[in-house]
């Protein structure tokens, strides 16, 4: 596999930078050869450009991490600096009413089949319950609160495209039945907001409400994450829904 016929350095920069994960945030040379299937002189060569351009840093043990460069290059995008700086004062307000996690998300994937709940800011504190969720980590949109109210904001079609695929179980309480899907999702649209319980993480509640559409920006949803004996949903949504609102009108306001 070194390189794929018409394969340019490009590719295959995003093929090593690709290895790297939450889980795995430092890698060997020999580990990301036999990730991508490079070839050593090929891998070192590839690997030596990039240090030198700031995309991949050496780290001791003779490993590798992302570099600085692409961190400081992520920054400029669109959902750095105007959604979440702009959501952040929002996010901050709903922490302080609630004392629960706050993400915001956004639907990413050029396709139904390919979409997932692509998580650009997080307030959490001291009291709030430990989650996996990170800034710059993704989802099932089907089994997280913001990722279902992202769902329930695309249209029907595109709805049952994302349904023509498996959907991935996360707990038992996940839903995979692509009708229960629908009617959930369904059922969101009504209320306004949308909610995961246990469907994540055993024992959590997920509530999402969708930003409205704001020219420039993919759509977007805020929410927070309680553990369910102190679930107060119908105080929780109103929070939600409200700085969902707020957020659009800023960002709106703002272009």
Same mark, same amino acid.
């Given at each position: 596999m070194d390189p794929e016929p018409g394969e340019g350095m490009l590719e295959r920069a995003m093929r090593i930078l690709s290895c790297?994960?939450? #889980? #795995?945030a430092s890698l060997s040379a020999a580990e990301l050869a036999a990730r991508t299937g490079l070839s050593s002189s090929t891998l070192h060569r590839i690997l030596s450009q990039m *240090?030198? !351009?700031?995309?991949? /840093?050496r780290a001791p043990g003779r490993r590798y991490v992302v570099g600085s460069r692409l961190w400081e290059l992520g920054e400029l995008s669109p959902l750095a600096l105007r959604l979440r700086e702009?959501? !952040?004062p929002h996010m901050m307000r709903l922490y302080e009413a609630t004392g629960e996690n706050v993400h915001l998300a956004v639907l990413d994937g050029d396709e139904p089949a390919r979409a997932? /709940? !692509?998580?650009?800011?997080k307030v959490t504190g001291h009291g709030s319950i430990p989650l996996l969720s990170r800034m710059g980590g993704r989802h099932l949109p089907h089994a997280v609160g913001v990722g279902k109210a992202l769902l329930a904001a695309?249209?029907?079609?595109?709805i049952r495209a994302y349904c023509a695929e498996p959907l991935e179980r996360e707990t038992v309480h996940t839903i995979t039945d692509p009708d229960e899907l629908v009617v959930d999702l369904q059922a969101s649209r009504a209320r306004g907001y949308a909610r995961a319980r246990e469907e994540m993480t !055993?024992?959590? *509640?997920?509530?999402?409400?969708?930003l409205g559409s704001v020219a420039g920006l993919p759509l977007a949803a805020i929410g927070v994450v309680v553990h369910m004996e102190r679930a107060d949903e119908r105080r929780l949504a109103a929070l939600v829904r409200? /700085?969902?609102? #707020?957020?659009t009108k800023d960002l709106?306001?703002?272009h």
């Open positions: 790297f994960s939450e #889980d #795995d *240090v030198e !351009l700031g995309m991949i /840093a702009t959501a !952040l997932s /709940a !692509l998580y650009i800011g695309q249209s029907d079609d595109w !055993l024992g959590n *509640v997920s509530i999402g409400a969708a409200q /700085a969902a609102r #707020d957020l709106t306001d703002s």
